[in-house]
């Protein structure tokens, strides 16, 4: 069973304060990696896709980064703006079947000014 | 373009009785998903639509749960005899096809008294 953990739960900043936030996943074979932004009350939005370990991504603050067993989400300099919750999905490669993701409970970024 | 759009944005029902949530796709995207996401929860997978192949079901918990889509495009979630335990948000998401990524309408918040 494909499996996705996210850490920290929650993570409190200071405005300019970098930090990471981790996703760990156990997939058979992993076909993509997905990064989600959800503010309250929103859908998630779309932020990168990770196809092979080694892959980074990166917008504007962020950036995205892949290993074989888990990736980062670094936020450089953050502004308050980057508060929201970071949904992180894995969509394993299924031979004949269906593509459907599986999510972590996602971490919830408050930046402080 | 437009993305995708979810009717209504809040719903308020009492016990018993029976919902249907809508969802409108992005123009041209073949896959639709259902999910339900509680507070605190991840993202729990519900039902799933490829093109004219039959719908994934897997993730529906329960026969009073149904979703359709016609046309290959708009899509409609029926719950019936509606509980308690099934107040949530129901978000849909679309994509080009089944193994790209998915964008998010807003969702449904749904209450059930």
């Known amino acids: 069973e494909d499996q996705v953990t996210q850490s920290p739960e929650a993570l409190r900043l200071q405005e300019g304060e970098s930090s990471s936030l981790n996703c760990s996943y156990t997939v058979s074979g992993l076909r993509g990696l997905f990064w989600y932004r959800q503010d309250p009350g929103k859908g998630p939005e779309f932020l990168f896709t990770?196809?092979?370990a080694g892959e980074e991504k990166e917008k504007e603050r962020l950036k995205a980064t892949l290993t074989k067993k888990e990736s980062f989400l670094h936020i450089t300099a953050p502004k308050p703006e980057d508060s929201a919750t970071y949904l992180c999905?894995?969509?394993?490669?299924?031979?004949?079947?269906?593509?459907?993701?599986?999510f972590g409970r996602g971490t919830s970024l408050i930046v402080h000014p | 373009g437009a993305g995708v759009s979810q009717s209504p944005s809040n719903k308020v029902t009492e016990k018993g009785k029976d919902v249907e949530l809508r969802c409108d796709p992005i123009s041209g995207h073949t896959a639709l998903y259902w999910y339900r996401q509680s507070l605190g929860q991840g993202l729990e997978f519900l039902i799933y639509?490829?093109?004219?192949?039959?719908?994934?079901k897997s993730g529906l918990p329960s026969d009073r749960f149904s979703a359709e889509r016609t046309g290959g495009s708009v899509s409609t979630l029926t719950i019936q005899r509606t509980q308690q335990e099934d107040s949530a948000v129901y978000l849909c998401?679309?994509?080009?096809?089944?193994?790209?990524?998915?964008?998010f309408g807003p969702g449904t918040r749904l209450t059930v008294l």
């Open positions: 998401a679309s994509s080009l096809w089944d193994a790209d990524t998915q964008y």
């Open positions: 639509f490829q093109g004219n192949s039959a719908p994934d």
């Open positions: 990770l196809y092979s």
């Open positions: 999905a894995v969509q394993a490669t299924l031979g004949g079947g269906s593509y459907i993701p599986t």
